[in-house]
Every structure is written in C-alpha cells, then in structure tokens.
C-alpha cells in the first residue's frame, strides 16, 4: 500500500512539471489527421494558386519571403527550357563537337522562332476593269522589282510576264500593258531546268522557271520557284503583269511549295514575323455599279494574311471543310435560289464548287440553272434571243431592269448574291435593254450534254462576282502550324476551310491606299450606270487541273477592219460597239481538257 501511495505521489510530482501542452491550430490539426489516415499510402497534395501575378523569373535572383508568397504556380516553359539549356552547356562539350554544334544551332533556331512576332498584315488590293481582276503589288528580285499580280486562289503558280514576250492572239500587241522583268537584272536569280507549259483555252503559254527573292506584304521568300512567260495567247486584264498562286501545290505546274505555303510555315527570312494564323482572306470592291466611268484601275479592297478584318464583316465566320484530298479550295455548294421564290437543292456529287478569287463570273449546273432562271421574268438562254444568240453560246442573259437576288447555299447559310453583280455586262446590239448573267453554262448530268461532268469533278466555279458579296476566308486549320505547312505539294489541305461571313453595312466610294495598310475607305455606292457596256475583254477565269491548265476568255468587239476568222459572221458587227462573245468553242476546249 505503500508502494502505491508513492507511485501516485510520483505521478503528481511529474504532472505538476509538465504543464498541458498549448492546444494544436485547426489547420494543423487537419494536417496531421490527412498524415494520421494515410496508412502506408501516398499523399496527394494539390497545388493552389494563391494570387494572379504573374510568375517570377527563374533563376534570375533570389526571392524575399513575400514575393514567394505571390508566386502563380503555373509551370514557366520558358524557364525550364533556360534552366535546362544551362545545365547541359556544362556538359555538352564532352559528347563531341558535332553534337554540341548540333544542340546549339537547334537552340539559337528555337530562340529566333520565340523572337519573331506573331502578325495579321493586310495588303491593298487593285479592281481592274470594273471587278474584272483584282491584283497586289508583289516585289521580284534583287534589287526589287514591284508587279501586280492576280490574286488567284484557283492556281498555285507565281510567274511574271518576261521581257520581250510575245503575244499571239489576234489584234495582240503585248502580254501586258504594264511591266515585263528582265530576270538578268536580279542577282539573284537562279535558273531551273524545268519548262513552263501551261494550256490555255485560247492557246499555250510558255516560258521558263527559276528562283528568285519573292516578297509581299512584308514577307520574304529568298528561293521562291516562279514562272517567266515567254509567249502568251492573249494580254492580261488591265496592269496586271503576273498571278500568285493561292491554291495547294498539287496544282503547281512549275514545281516547288506556293508562296503563301511557305509563308503559313513560317520560312519567310525578314522582318515580317510569323502569320498569327494559317490562313488568309479577302474582301473586294464593286465598281461594276458605280459612278466612276473611267476604265482607270481602282481600289480592290483588302487582301488579309494571318488573320481577318472583323470591322469588313457581321456575325460569325461560317466555315465548311475542303472536299479531299485538297486541291482547289473545293467545297460543297448545297443550294441555289431566288429572293421571292423557291430555292434549288443541289445533289450530292454535283455540289462540288471550286471557290476561286481569280475567276470574274460564277459557273454553274445545267438542270440547277435552268431552273432557277425559269423564276427571272424575262430571263432566258442566249441560244433562245431571235439575233445571233448562237454567239452567246452558253450564257444565259436577263432584261436589264432585272431586280432578281439570287442566294448561293453553303454550310447551311443562305448568302446574297446581288443584282448588280448578277447583271454583268449589256448587250443591246444583240437586244435592245438585255444584260449577259454572270451566271454562266459550265458543268451539266446529262451524259448526252458537250458540257457533261463526271462526278468527282468540279461542277461550279465561283468567281469574284458571287464572292464580291460576301467576306471570304481560307483556312488550313490544324495543317498550317510548323513545319506541316511546307508540305504543301502533298496532303496539307486535310483540314483546310473555306469560310463566309456576311458582309457589314458598307457605304461611300472607295479610294486606293497607297501603302499596304488597306482602303481608306469602305464600300461602293449603286448609280444607275448599270452593268458594264460592251466592249470589253474580260478573263472568266484560271481554271488548273491535272494536266492543263484553262483561262476562259470572253472576246468581245474586235476591229470592225478586222475580218472574221468565221466566214459565218462575217458582216455581222453593226458598229463599234457591237459585240461578239466566242465564249462556246472556249468552254468546250475548257470541259474536254478535264
């Protein structure tokens, strides 16, 4: 009993030397619980960001207590890649010198790619001939040299008109009225060994291939493959002195990646930066209807590289997928109709419609377009008017005093296409208050038809009078990042787009740039001058496929001193303004050559 009363007395004696210990916080508390439970497994402890500044540099120097506690605890790329870069240079000597050379080129090409700013660059963009053709300037050689160029997205060779070449139309003087180049002039230039040979409706062009510094926009390409036409079949429209190719490099006749591929790929060598985007997009004028009556170029619109101009369009970009494997800029057009009446759906298999910025009119099925001018009062095929019809061969015309709206449907939206644009040029020596549509014969189902199409071949062409209308956008999506966009001769298109958006509301006349910043002004204003009085020469288009190549030419007015080549028709122009259109031989040549 003892023993036990100074067990007790010894207990008390230690007690009063050990005081309670202080009460533990709640937070630790839940900690040391989260320890206590975790029975032999891992602990899984969540980073929380704790402020939205953003994070300190790495390695850079050291941190005071509170400007740790500000850290965002976001994973710095950037830091890591230095903070690793660091450590192998002390090393990387010792694996060899091709290895460290090797490690350390790759490095300075990720530093120069991080350096180059990601940029929307807008060009200005020329109308020649009342919305014929529209153009930019496009520097060539060493020094530069600048040309205009037709935009087309329907090709996708860069060529120039060459000194001295020699223009084998009838009534041709040259295959420009603007520059031709000199390529000895460069020092830059190099000659290939392959030959031009593009077929055309009206005859061969031919000329000769090389590489030279091309630059538009502010990007530079120092080894771009182009063309030097030596011989042409007719001149081009207006000032223009050459083309930029826009489509994919499966069309390329002359060989080598398009420039705008490369440019998408980021392999431009100055200043320019690297296009934000893989894509490019285009907003043109309309002077087709306007006051101005002088046959003077003028400002085409905007020419958009990497991005788009939201201030030109409302509404969102409405985009459809590329029918593969990519080519042209094909998509599938779902309907055609008419404002106030009924709309026409087009079948599967005929739907395929090539969206080409260098092409004037818009080219269309037979059994869709006879119906749909079934619903124009007045409207009819050439071959149907009481005064040589049969030389409109593949038109239909229209009274001049139309007010018709027809619609083009694409990815479910319904977009305009306007009065103004469907009456495209007056034909009054034929008949009297009649317009040719802009609309035109170029594909049919009908087997038994000189204009049959095969499915899986192109059956409409929409040209600049359809996309006048709207703000037209071409994407490659996921395949116009790094080095995918080099691939340009092959696959690159496989997620490429065409989109729509409609137009803002655009008012005033327009006036011409002269830097590569755009118009200063926006819109075209509607006068009754109407559609465009004959004559004219207007290119319908540059239609590549897979061997040839076809520019439809609508001849019109030639010399009344001139005989005709037919003997038929001889004695048939009543005055200088009468108008011949040997547009049915050319689309002929142009269906067979698919």
């Known amino acids: 009993m003892q023993q036990?009363?100074?067990?007790l007395l010894l207990c008390a004696t230690l007690a009063a030397a050990n005081p309670s210990p202080t009460p533990v916080p709640a937070a630790h508390a839940k900690r040391a619980a989260r320890f206590d439970s975790r029975d032999g497994k891992g602990i899984t402890l969540p980073l929380v960001k704790r402020s939205s500044h953003r994070p300190l540099p790495y390695g850079t120097r050291n941190h005071s207590a509170k400007e740790s506690e500000t850290v965002d605890y976001t994973t710095d790329v950037d830091a890591l890649n230095r903070a690793r870069d660091a450590l192998l240079d002390r090393f990387i000597d010792d694996r060899g010198e091709e290895v460290a050379k090797r490690f350390r080129e790759k490095r300075m090409s990720r530093e120069e790619a991080a350096r180059r700013k990601r940029t929307v660059t807008t060009v200005a963009t020329k109308n020649h001939n009342f919305d014929t053709v529209y153009s930019a300037k496009m520097e060539l050689g060493t020094p530069p040299q600048s040309f205009d160029v037709l935009l087309d997205t329907g090709s996708s060779d860069t060529w120039v008109v060459a000194a001295g070449c020699k223009c084998t139309g009838l009534n041709c003087s040259g295959c420009t009225s603007g520059k031709d180049w000199d390529p000895s002039t460069s020092s830059t230039w190099t000659q290939r060994g392959k030959v031009l040979n593009i077929q055309y409706g009206s005859g061969l062009v031919t000329g000769r291939?090389?590489?030279?510094?091309?630059?538009?926009?502010?990007?530079?390409?120092?080894?771009?493959?182009?063309?030097?036409v030596d011989q042409a079949a007719r001149t081009l429209p207006g000032t223009v002195e050459g083309l930029l190719g826009l489509a994919f490099g499966t069309l390329a006749k002359a060989g080598g990646t398009p420039w705008w591929l490369r440019v998408t790929a980021g392999d431009a060598s100055d200043s320019g930066g690297t296009l934000d985007g893989g894509l490019m997009s285009f907003w043109f004028s309309r002077y087709v209807d306007s006051s101005d009556t002088s046959t003077d170029d003028h400002a085409g619109g905007q020419f958009t590289l990497g991005g788009t101009n939201s201030s030109l369009y409302t509404g969102d970009i409405n985009f459809i997928s590329l029918i593969q494997p990519a080519k042209w800029w094909l998509i599938p057009l779902q309907a055609v109709g008419v404002e106030g009446g009924s709309s026409v759906e087009v079948a599967q298999g005929e739907d395929e419609a090539i969206i080409d910025t260098g092409t004037?009119?818009?080219?269309?099925?037979?059994?869709?377009?006879?119906?749909?001018?079934?619903?124009?009062?007045?409207?009819?095929k050439s071959t149907e008017l009481p005064n040589n019809g049969s030389r409109l061969n593949g038109f239909y015309v229209l009274p001049c005093n139309s007010t018709a709206v027809l619609t083009l449907t694409f990815g479910g939206e319904a977009y305009t296409y306007s009065t103004a644009d469907l009456l495209y040029q007056r034909i009054d020596d034929i008949m009297p208050d009649y317009c040719l549509s802009s609309l035109f014969l170029f594909s049919s189902k009908d087997p038994h038809s000189i204009l049959y199409t095969p499915n899986g071949a192109p059956y409409w062409l929409v040209g600049d009078s359809f996309l006048k209308n709207v703000y037209s956008v071409f994407s490659l999506g996921g395949g116009g990042e790094g080095e995918a966009g080099l691939q340009g001769m092959g696959n690159n298109g496989a997620t490429a787009q065409v989109g729509f958006a409609k137009l803002s509301n655009l008012s005033g006349e327009i006036s011409l740039d002269s830097?590569?910043?755009?118009?200063?002004?926006?819109?075209?204003?509607?006068?009754?001058?109407?559609?465009?009085?004959?004559p004219t020469d207007v290119p319908v288009g540059v239609i590549p496929e897979a061997e040839t190549t076809v520019v439809v030419l609508v001849t019109v007015a030639p010399p009344t001193d001139t005989p005709s080549s037919n003997a038929a028709l001889d004695g048939a122009w009543p005055s200088m303004q009468s108008t011949f259109l040997?547009?049915?031989?050319?689309?002929?040549?142009?269906?067979?050559?698919y």
């Open 4 to 7: 036990i009363s100074i067990l």
């Open 209 to 228: 291939t090389g590489k030279d510094v091309v630059s538009l926009g502010g990007f530079t390409i120092n080894d771009q493959v182009i063309g030097l």
């Open 360 to 380: 004037t009119l818009v080219g269309g099925e037979d059994s869709v377009l006879a119906e749909i001018f079934a619903q124009i009062p007045g409207a009819m």
């Open 515 to 534: 830097n590569d910043n755009g118009t200063t002004a926006t819109g075209s204003s509607t006068t009754s001058r109407g559609p465009r009085p004959a």
């Open 582 to 593: 040997a547009l049915g031989t050319v689309i002929l040549s142009m269906v067979l050559s």
